[in-house]
């Protein structure tokens, strides 16, 4: 079973109500099936409701062309990776990468603001094939002079109509009705841990963005066949809220529907919430009519932006976050931690050269003399080679993750403005959603003292 990592201390015991997501965290899809899907649907659409070529038909959907945390430039054409620090550190045009130089020329600070409308993120695994596809329709528009594909913008604004449209006329979740078992992933821990907690007297609750029907549908698949102490999903759960619209959810004061799950039919809802399932409504009446203080709630999404941003700002719920490409970097990192330590080793033999270069040169402009220049070259020569050795060893590094953007949470040695946003409004995050529901109701989740860049001992030949 996999690890909790502690952003913040967070006591189980004084949690009363766990609430989930279902797409990503209770109910696990396979997502290059799912994306391929998406990335399909979105061509068809493309070309049926928005007028592009037929050949476009041809692009082939690779799920490695992008992963969650990027950022596309709409005006210029890029998809960018930033450090924790909103400073590009990967860049593609299209499918080609951008060179340090020619970044230059195109940022003029590497700093990116991300409230400026023409940035757009990919926070989410339901867009990888967005962020993808932008790529490919770049490369194809720049590849004719005569194309008749619209501006960058265009391309990103025709997207993001056709997926949001294959969302909500469902054109994605008939085909992953009509195949469930190519699409979604059955997690019996998953179901044992949901009534591990009920025994514990944990109120549980679920909070989607998918109607009714289609939350329905997954549940029955997922979580049905292997209750052991309830009938069905419905005793599981005390409230499922369907077509939540999140983040306006945790945002607004929308008004809450009750549906009856035989007929689906709704009806308004009159005083304070009761068990039971519903549609809309916010998070500020519910959390009312529970009559809970905030901190007594945790809510576990995989969406940075629609489950635990927003949430953390406004509502002051406690947060967990599904990450699931960690668990994937977690085991490439010990398969590589030979390589790395053979650079650290390099670095080591480098970094003091470079000290001894710096004040070598320094005593030279001070005293007006060239006495070390013999021993400058001598040592410059000295890194030059350790510099050989290093860069096919970084290479091997890079290569055991994504081909085009390396590690999700990282960029480079910084951490990623992705990890950066889980550091910041994530409690606690996992792999899965079973590998907190594994740890006993009662833990105490302890964060770690973390070193500040004063902290560290940085030792300087002087």
Not at 23 to 49: G, I, P, Q
Not at 234 to 251: C, G, L, Q, Y
Request: charged content about 30%.
């Amino acid at each position: 079973m996999g690890r909790i990592f502690v952003n913040r201390t967070l006591n189980l015991k004084r949690i009363g109500y766990l609430g989930f997501d279902m797409d990503h965290t209770l109910v696990r899809y396979n997502s290059a099936n799912f994306e391929e899907l998406a990335h399909r649907t979105m061509l068809e659409k493309l070309v049926s409701e928005k007028g592009y070529p037929e050949s476009i038909l041809k692009l082939q959907f690779s799920y490695d062309r992008a992963i969650r945390g990027l950022v596309i430039d709409k005006a210029k054409g890029n998809v960018l990776k930033l450090s924790r620090y909103s400073a590009i550190r990967v860049s593609y045009h299209g499918i080609h990468p951008i060179d340090y130089r020619e970044q230059g020329k195109l940022y003029k600070s590497v700093y990116i603001d991300l409230r400026d409308p023409n940035y757009l993120s990919i926070d989410t695994s339901f867009s990888i094939a967005f962020a993808g596809l932008f790529m490919q329709l770049v490369d194809l528009k720049d590849k004719s002079e005569t194309s008749t594909l619209p501006d960058y913008i265009g391309i990103a604004d025709d997207l993001t109509y056709v997926l949001d449209r294959a969302h909500r006329d469902g054109s994605l979740k008939e085909e992953v009705r009509r195949n469930l078992d190519r699409f979604i992933l059955k997690d019996p821990g998953v179901v044992a841990g949901l009534e591990r907690y009920k025994k514990h007297g944990k109120k549980l609750f679920l909070v989607t963005n998918s109607d009714y029907n289609y939350t329905k549908l997954l549940l029955d698949y997922c979580i049905n066949p292997f209750v052991k102490s309830h009938k069905s999903w419905m005793e599981v759960f005390d409230h499922v809220i369907t077509s939540a619209n999140k983040p306006r959810f945790f945002v607004d004061s929308q008004r809450f529907l009750r549906i009856d799950p035989d007929t689906g039919s709704m009806t308004n809802v009159n005083g304070k919430l009761e068990p039971g399932i519903y549609q809309g409504g916010s998070a500020n009446i519910f959390t009312s009519d529970l009559n809970a203080a905030p901190d007594e709630i945790l809510y576990i999404g995989d969406h940075i932006y629609g489950d635990i941003l927003r949430l953390k700002k406004d509502c002051a719920w406690r947060t967990a976050l599904v990450v699931e490409e960690i668990e994937d970097e977690i085991k490439k990192e010990r398969q590589n931690q030979a390589v790395m330590e053979k650079i650290n080793k390099l670095m080591e033999q480098k970094v003091p050269l470079e000290i001894k270069i710096d004040k070598l040169i320094s005593e030279q402009i001070e005293t007006g003399s060239k006495k070390h220049d013999e021993q400058i070259r001598s040592m410059l020569s000295e890194i030059s080679e350790i510099d050989k050795a290093i860069s096919p060893l970084i290479k091997q590094q890079q290569s055991a993750f994504n081909p085009y953007w390396a590690e999700v949470m990282r960029a480079g040695i910084e951490e990623s403005y992705f990890a950066y946003q889980v550091e910041r409004f994530a409690c606690v995050y996992m792999a899965r959603l079973e590998d907190l529901l594994h740890v006993s109701p009662r833990t105490y989740f302890r964060s770690h003292r973390r070193p500040q860049a004063h902290d560290l001992d940085a030792k300087v030949d002087e």
